[in-house]
């Protein structure tokens, strides 16, 4: 098993789950649970995956190095597919520290036994010394749980927002420019449609927060699906765009009919929005033609 080089010393290390087919109440190919090391003069790995993919974990961390060199666990977000394999790490390396927000401590002893865990607690602006790679940490109250934060490394200018900016996907690409642009985005906005967009004030707010701080951000590295590499602007810029409500020229027409009359309307309303240049599409509500 393999890791993929994001940067010198920088791995994805993540599981591929191909046969998840719901999740987050929609369709998916597969996902992936994303896992990155970090190695400066320290070893950190930040997030890791549902319980039952340690061994993929493990074993792409053993193409980077002994897994024993771990020194640091940081852990952005509690939920079971990024959390589930703590139990079996701490049980490996005892008394290892984990990094998380306050809520992420009291979540994970609602999920686990935590007794004898060596939790750390971080607040925004903390930072993490690896020796020549430091991590800063962000708080990202409901993006999109209480107890997300964003994880940030200075030098390589690589922002780990967990599930923000994910997709589910499973493939064989790790970066966007390898899955295809608009391949990418579509997936993630699906994503961004089912998890994210009740929750949109609060990513302007998050991304005007992210964008005074002045960091310069060359990779966008997520917890799900492809790491964006070549289009990190792209994905900023439709996150903005989504929480906006910046929309198409298009229109959906739903509609059910017991005799056929009613198509006759909403095909006539479907060319007239066609001869207007805008998108249609024509939905009945039932299997078959009337
Ligand atoms: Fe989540
Ligand atoms: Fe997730």
Redesign the pocket.
């Known amino acids: 098993m393999m890791a993929t080089n994001l940067a010198p010393g920088v791995h994805w290390v993540g599981a591929i789950d191909w046969n998840l087919r719901e999740y987050h109440g929609y369709t998916l190919p597969g996902t992936t649970y994303n896992a990155y090391l970090v190695r400066g003069e320290k070893t950190a790995l930040i997030d890791s995956a549902y319980a039952g993919f340690e061994n993929q974990i493990l074993g792409r961390v053993a193409s980077v190095c002994d897994p024993g060199e771990i020194d640091y666990i940081v852990l952005n ?1 509690i ?1 079971m ?2 959390s589930g394999c703590l139990p079996t790490l701490v049980r490996k390396m005892p008394g290892i520290p984990i990094y998380c927000t306050e809520r992420a401590k009291t979540g994970l002893a609602r999920h686990y036994d935590t007794s004898g865990w060596n939790i750390r607690v971080v607040k925004t602006g903390d930072t993490l010394d690896l020796g020549g790679k430091t991590l800063t940490f962000l708080e990202a109250p409901m993006l ?2 209480p107890d ?1 934060m964003f994880t940030y490394l200075a030098e390589d200018a690589i922002l780990f927002p ?2 923000a900016f994910g997709q589910h996907i499973a493939s064989a690409a790790r970066f966007d420019d390898q899955l295809g642009k608009n391949e990418a985005l579509a997936h993630a906005q699906k994503f961004f449609a089912n ?1 994210i967009i009740p929750l949109a004030p609060k990513v302007l707010k998050k991304l005007d927060e992210v964008g005074k701080l002045g960091i310069a951000i060359e990779m966008i590295a997520p ?1 799900h699906g492809i790491i964006w590499r070549s289009y990190a602007g792209d994905i900023l810029k439709a996150y903005i765009d989504w929480s906006q409500g910046v929309a198409k020229d298009k229109v959906t027409i739903v509609y059910d009919t017991m005799h056929g009359s009613t198509t006759m309307m909403a095909q006539a309303i479907a060319e007239g929005v066609m001869a207007e240049g805008a998108d249609v599409r024509v939905c009945l509500l039932r299997d078959g033609r009337y």
């Open positions: 977000h939920e597919d990024h999109h749980w997300s967990n599930d998890l917890s």
